[in-house]
């Protein structure tokens, strides 16, 4: 060894012993202002305290206002009658019913056009979606058109042109026209028949309950055995038969009732059986058809963004263009598909309170009825920031554990 390096290392071996011989420095206390934690968890609760007393001075102010002005205030009003009657209802109400019932209502109404504007939206979005990729000419141009004109045109608008079409187009209520046996379809909107609820019907919908818990099971043993064997897992048949099972079984066992209300026709309108208002159609069909476009452009874009050398190697094992989508691209596509559609399905339930321009009854009608009543504004105007609130994070917190079953799952 070289002098130079016998140098380098008594060097090196004097500044391991200087470092080693260094004191230890002194430790510092979790409560004391020079550790990080602490001063972090400092900075939080000033940022809150802060926050309190700016929303505690703003409410004083605000009550202190309204008292200096004779303004009543406080939520006692929900237990007074409401005084106003609703048009479309899910359970029984009458003007005699308090404020709350009426409130609630309204809340029924949204999340029915809610829940089934995103099923409608999302099958229709998901197939249009998937169009932009057929390798007919045709439908790849009318899947185009579909999502540039219902994107690009205004909710609002689209809701005024399927209530005027609705409300102008169809026959009066009292020359319908007739589908079948029960079905009638004029400006008062659908009529169709609905069966007198029984206990048989409580005890299919218990069925169909038990039928899906079945299917859950079914579907998870079917994985766990295609993770052992690679035997593709069986889950058509299962999933339409088990629920199917379920509901006829439960249906059988509750007295298999029959009993049906058919509408029937009046001298102005079509009394009886159950009926969907031509306001609860145009709102379901233009939010629908508005929020499946924005769907469709998430679906191609998820669809676009899995790499091509997928969809080759799908080609290579032999699988056809129907196979290549719904096993391979579609489930990788997935997991880029379900943040922006969670937006879409928000957009849709918040959009929703547009209604109110076509005479929807829904929870934003309702509380601004009560606003005109009762002068009271700020409670009303709350509660409806609650119930959209509460819908979204409802929402949020169903989607974002869908995505995370859906993730990638590292080994």
């Not at 309190?52 to 009658?81: C, V």
């Not at 669809?303 to 990788?332: D, F, K, N, T, Y």
Request: charged content about 15%; glycine content about 10%; aromatic content about 12%.
């Amino acid at each position: 060894m070289d002098k130079a390096a016998i140098q380098s290392h008594r060097s090196a071996r004097t500044a391991a012993e200087m470092v080693s011989a260094r004191p230890a420095p002194p430790a510092v206390s979790s409560w004391s202002i020079q550790s990080e934690a602490f001063r972090s968890k400092l900075f939080q609760l000033l940022l809150i305290l802060l926050l309190i007393a700016i929303g505690a001075y703003l409410f004083h102010n605000t009550t202190e206002n309204m008292r200096l002005r004779g303004i009543q205030s406080g939520y006692g009003f929900l237990l007074q009658p409401a005084g106003f009657d609703i048009g479309e209802t899910m359970f029984a109400y009458d003007s005699g019913n308090p404020y709350w019932k009426a409130i609630l209502v309204g809340l029924s109404n949204t999340i029915r056009v809610a829940f089934l504007g995103i099923l409608l939206a999302t099958l229709i979005g998901t197939a249009v979606g998937i169009g932009r990729f057929s390798r007919n000419a045709l439908l790849r141009g009318l899947c185009q058109v579909y999502v540039e004109f219902f994107r690009n045109v205004p909710v609002l608008l689209q809701l005024l042109m399927w209530y005027l079409l609705l409300t102008e187009m169809l026959p009066a209520p009292n020359e319908p026209w007739v589908f079948g046996a029960g079905f009638y379809l004029s400006k008062g909107g659908i009529s169709f028949p609905l069966p007198q609820w029984a206990f048989g019907h409580a005890s299919a919908l218990f069925g169909f309950a038990l039928g899906l818990v079945a299917l859950f099971y079914w579907r998870r043993r079917q994985f766990q055995r295609f993770e052992r064997t690679g035997e593709a897992p069986r889950l058509w048949l299962p999933g339409l038969a088990l629920p199917s099972l379920g509901t006829l079984l439960g249906w059988m066992m509750g007295g298999a009732p029959t009993e049906m209300r058919y509408p029937e026709m009046g001298a102005f309108a079509i009394d009886g059986g159950g009926a969907l208002t031509p306001e609860f159609l145009a709102v379901l069909i233009g939010l629908t058809l508005y929020t499946a476009g924005f769907i469709a452009e998430v679906v191609r874009a998820g669809i676009q963004s899995v790499p091509r050398g997928q969809g080759e190697a799908a080609q290579s094992l032999g699988l056809s263009a129907a196979q290549e989508m719904r096993l391979v691209l579609l489930p990788q596509a997935l997991r880029v598909i379900i943040p922006p559609l969670t937006s879409q399905y928000l957009n849709l339930t918040k959009n929703s309170s547009l209604a109110v321009a076509i005479g929807y009854p829904d929870v934003v009608s309702i509380l601004n009825t009560s606003i005109n009543q009762t002068g009271r504004a700020v409670e009303c105007i709350s509660i409806i920031m609650m119930v959209y609130l509460t819908t979204s994070l409802s929402t949020s917190a169903f989607m974002n554990w869908y995505n995370a079953r859906a993730a990638i799952q590292e080994r």
